[in-house]
Structure formats: C-alpha cells, structure tokens
C-alpha cells in the first residue's frame, strides 16, 4: 500500500478511540499524528522567527570558526565551511518534503471543506427555490381573494339596493294592518263593555 496514496479518510470523522473511522490497525492514528507533527515543523519554518535563528546561527557559526581559537574551531574556514554547508542542505532537504506533506494534507482539507461548502450550496440554492416557489403561490391564491377597494364597492352597490327597496318597505309598512306590540299600551275592555 502506497503512503502517497490520495484520499486518506480526513473526510471522515475519527473514531472514539483515536484511531482512523475506517482501519482497525493503529496506522492511520500514527499517520494522523506524524501529520500533525509534520504541519507543526512547516507552521514553525514558516515564521520570521525561525529565519532569525537561522540567521543567528549561520552568523555565529562564521564568527566562531573564522575568529575562534584555532583548538576549538569544528569547520574550516579554508575548505568553505564543509559542514555548515552539509547541515544546511540536510535541513532543507528535509525541510522540501515536509513542507509538501502539509500542503497536501491542507490540500485534502480543502477538499472536503470544497465538498462540504459545495453541499451547503446545493440545499440552499433547494430552500430558496422552494421557497420562492412558496411566495409564488401565495401571490397567486392573493390574487384571488378581494381586495379592499373590491369590497368597499360591493358593500356601496348593497347599501344602495337597500335604500331603493326601503321606501318600498314603508309604503307596504303603512298599509299593513297593525299589530299591537307589548310597548303598545293594552285597550281599555272596561270601557268597551260599559258601551255594550
């Protein structure tokens, strides 16, 4: 199995016991480890701080093996500083793929970040067609119930059919026989009998 292989399960959430969601073996927790290892050593050589101390140091080395006493100088100014230079390019050959182990891990990152938003994108772009729909809808079932001015005129043509009808009405009120009401004060009978 390759280690450079694609796809390495960052998409899934990690199990409860720290090891990787989809092994049994104890690899992906260590591959997850040596990552986070490898991310921290390429965070530090990507501040100012660390090419200080580079600096500093490179500075110092010169210093001490071109002006130090000769018994204790450990490279020789004569033969180019052999082994600041060999410390140098061990240090940035190791610094190169480091420094490519955490980009494709950011990569990988990204990725699933790219998936997600992607995802995040599509069931918004769903909710707002849904709901635009939605709004459509009620438009049109508004457009069906009246409106203010539509019902002020019906009731303007009703209030107007009442007052034609109600002359009518008195005029048939007036030659209706009346019929005595309790507020209507009751016939005096002892005085139509007084008259029999």
Same mark, same amino acid.
């Given at each position: 199995?390759?280690?450079?292989?694609? +796809?390495?399960?960052?998409?899934?959430?990690?199990?409860?016991?720290?090891?990787?969601?989809?092994?049994?073996? +104890?690899?992906? $927790?260590?591959?997850?480890?040596? +990552?986070?290892?490898?991310?921290?050593?390429?965070?530090?050589? +990507?501040?100012?701080?660390?090419?200080?101390?580079?600096?500093?140091?490179?500075?110092?080395?010169?210093?001490?093996?071109?002006?130090?006493?000769?018994?204790?100088?450990?490279?020789?100014?004569?033969? $180019?500083?052999?082994?600041?230079?060999?410390?140098?390019?061990?240090?940035?050959?190791?610094?190169?793929?480091?420094?490519?182990?955490?980009?494709?891990?950011?990569?990988?990152?990204?990725?699933?970040?790219?998936?997600?938003?992607?995802?995040?994108?599509?069931?918004?772009?769903?909710?707002?067609?849904?709901?635009?729909?939605?709004?459509?809808?009620?438009?049109?079932?508004?457009?069906?119930?009246?409106?203010?001015?539509?019902?002020?005129?019906?009731?303007?043509?009703?209030?107007?059919?009442?007052?034609?009808?109600?002359?009518?009405?008195?005029?048939?009120?007036?030659?209706?026989?009346?019929?005595?009401?309790?507020?209507?004060?009751?016939?005096?009978?002892?005085?139509?009998?007084?008259?029999?």
């Amino acid at each position: 199995m390759s280690p450079f292989r694609r +796809g390495s399960g960052l998409d899934a959430p990690r199990a409860a016991s720290g090891r990787g969601a989809g092994r049994g073996d +104890g690899r992906s $927790g260590k591959s997850e480890r040596f +990552g986070r290892w490898t991310e921290s050593i390429a965070r530090g050589m +990507g501040t100012p701080w660390f090419l200080f101390a580079l600096t500093i140091v490179c500075v110092a080395w010169l210093i001490w093996n071109t002006y130090g006493p000769e018994p204790f100088r450990f490279d020789s100014a004569a033969l $180019g500083f052999t082994a600041l230079t060999l410390i140098l390019s061990l240090q940035a050959s190791y610094a190169a793929p480091l420094l490519l182990l955490a980009q494709n891990r950011q990569d990988d990152r990204d990725r699933v970040q790219i998936e997600q938003d992607r995802q995040r994108a599509e069931r918004n772009l769903a909710d707002t067609e849904f709901l635009a729909r939605e709004v459509v809808a009620l438009r049109l079932a508004l457009k069906e119930l009246p409106d203010r001015d539509f019902v002020r005129s019906e009731l303007r043509s009703l209030l107007a059919e009442l007052a034609e009808d109600e002359p009518e009405s008195d005029a048939a009120r007036e030659q209706a026989p009346r019929v005595p009401t309790r507020r209507d004060p009751a016939p005096d009978r002892t005085a139509s009998r007084q008259h029999d």
